[in-house]
């Protein structure tokens, strides 16, 4: 049951940026805790970012300083600006709320969208 729609990935170059936007049904946004996560190919999927319904957020630290993640919740959106991209953040996208165990115990997840990095 898809209750998330992530889009705004694409192709960019190194050093480039990208938008992420994700609507979530009103269930999984209400007042819970949002995140991004991304997989690349052959890894496990990661949590790249977190933010609470109060606006605190929290990055991993390999994409510190160049994403920023953001929240509308008066139109149940979650944002991730991406700044100075690099090969490494290659991977697809998933937004999805902040279980606390990087995902491993949502069972529902949105097509994610595709961010490739590459010149």
């Known amino acids: 049951q898809v209750q998330v729609v992530e889009s705004g990935g694409g192709l960019v170059q190194p050093g480039g940026s990208l938008r992420l936007s994700c609507t979530a049904s009103?269930?999984?946004?209400?007042?819970?805790?949002m995140a991004w996560y991304r997989q690349a190919p052959g890894k496990e999927r990661e949590l790249v970012a977190s933010?609470?319904?109060?606006?605190?957020?929290n990055n991993v630290d390999s994409v510190k300083g160049r994403f920023t993640i953001s929240r509308d919740n008066a139109n149940n959106m979650i944002y991730l600006q991406m700044d100075s991209l690099n090969p490494g953040d290659t991977a697809k996208y998933y937004c999805?709320?902040?279980?606390?165990?990087?995902?491993?115990?949502?069972?529902?997840w949105g097509r994610g969208t595709q961010v490739t990095v590459s010149s």
């Open positions: 009103r269930s999984i946004f209400r007042s819970n805790s």
């Open positions: 933010i609470s319904h109060y606006g605190w957020t």
């Open positions: 999805n709320r902040d279980d606390g165990r990087g995902g491993a115990g949502l069972v529902h």
